[in-house]
Nanobody, 113 residues
Framework: QVQLVESGGGLVQPGGSLRLSCAAS????????MGWYRQAPGKQRELVAT??????GYATSMKGRFTISRDNAKNTVYLQMNNLRPEDTAVYYC????????WGQGTQVTVSS
């Protein structure tokens, strides 16, 4: 059974940083486009960033603050988040898109003083 397991969420003050990780198992990781999405309370899930063999893409509000990367040897995708804002508070989900689509269970990020 495919598993995507996120980690690294938590409580951080505005202006702080967090690094999220998503470890994938039982998929041909390098062949999948990987992405991070987030869902704030009362809002729809939205794209944060994606990464493929061709490059990376970001939602406009994350450009310059967030960086997505992957380590195919470790079957892991990362999201480095800097200069966090209260509006970044959400559950962050890992996504694998390829022959099938898979989702992790999410990790909570709370930005608050």
């Amino acid at each position: 059974q495919v598993q995507l397991v996120e980690s690294g969420g938590g409580l951080v003050q505005p202006g702080g940083s967090l690094r999220l990780s998503c470890a994938a198992s039982r998929i041909s990781f390098s062949t999948y486009a990987m992405g991070w999405y987030r869902q704030a309370p009362g809002k729809q899930r939205e794209l944060v960033a994606t990464i493929t063999s061709s490059g990376t893409g970001y939602a406009t509000s994350m450009k310059g603050r967030f960086t997505i990367s992957r380590d195919n040897a470790k079957n892991t995708v990362y999201l480095q988040m800097n200069n966090l804002r209260p509006e970044d508070t959400a559950v962050y989900y890992c996504n694998a898109a390829g022959a099938y689509h898979y989702w992790g269970q999410g990790t909570q990020v709370t930005v608050s003083s």
